[in-house]
């Protein structure tokens, strides 16, 4: 992969981001068509004003009448920034390959801290199992997929039952995981905001890590090795973990930063990069979900 070039490409990318007074979301957004989904916005899964979510359904759905793979996106922030219209690149890359996209808001601090977060994660994947067929997607074949503070939503979530079991949703109805440049390990806190978001009496439980039983649904984990925000060791000490209690894991290396590895996903950048394609081919080979997966109690 041209990493050197991928680079430049983002290099020239936040020049126009100074030189438009536009973030670097919204500079990759005017870049990204329409034409490839049909999006239905705003609709709301909880009460409070972030709870809500876009759908993208792709404007060219796959033959043969079989429901397209459910991809929930969760975006990153550090818990605390971003809005689902940001992302409108990672639902029509994802769209554009032929699967439904779920790309939820949910609270952040200061408004919330730790769990609140991940309660509004598990009611909005309760909400795409239960809407998924309306669309044409198939809710056996449910995915989660995040980046950075998303990926440690999606990986908890995954790992520690409580939240999805407390919204009438098992283990074994996720099919799979999708994570890049996740914190799964990210302990002991060196920031003072962290420490106000994650509070000292439920810390330990934000940790995916911590989690691990093996039967967790499988899991696809990026990683860019230029990640300075995310040290890449958290990719491989839960992998790791993963594998020691027998869960199936892939974990893919990119020459990539932290932005830059879901950047890719943008349109000026995937022909640079496999990520979107590596994603594309694990997604497509996700059987629907296992049946001796342990479900809630």
Known sequence: MPSALLNSL???????????????????????????????????????????????VPA????????M????????GSWQDGTRDEYRFVGEALASRGFLVVLPDYRTYPEVVFPAF???????????????????????????????????????????????????????????????????????????VLRRIFPEAVRDESQPIRFVSGHEPPMWLGVGDRDSLVDPGNTDRFARRLRERGADVQVHRYDLGHALLLGA?????????????????????????????????
């Open 265 to 297: 996903l943008a349109v000026p950048f995937r022909k640079f990069s496999t990520v979107l394609d590596d994603i594309t081919a694990y997604v497509n080979s996700v059987p629907a979900s296992a049946p001796e997966t342990v479900a809630c109690p």
């Open 10 to 56: 983002l290099l020239v990318t936040t020049a126009g981001v100074a030189l438009s007074a536009c973030s670097p979301a919204h500079l990759v957004n005017a870049w990204t068509p329409r034409s490839t989904y049909q999006a239905t916005t705003g609709i709301m899964y909880g009460q409070s004003t972030r709870q809500s979510l876009d759908v993208y």
């Open 60 to 67: 060219r759905r796959a033959e043969g009448g079989a429901g």
């Open 69 to 76: 793979p459910v991809v929930v996106f969760f975006y990153g």
């Open 118 to 192: 991940m309660q509004d994660a598990a009611l909005a994947v309760r909400w795409a199992r239960d809407h998924a067929q309306a669309f044409g997607g198939d809710s056996g074949r449910l995915i989660l997929m995040g980046h950075s503070a998303g990926a440690q939503i999606v990986a908890l979530l995954a790992t520690d039952t409580r939240y999805l079991c407390a919204n009438g949703v098992a283990q074994h109805d996720i099919a799979a995981v999708v994570g890049l440049a996740g914190p799964y390990d990210f302990l002991p806190l060196q920031s003072a």
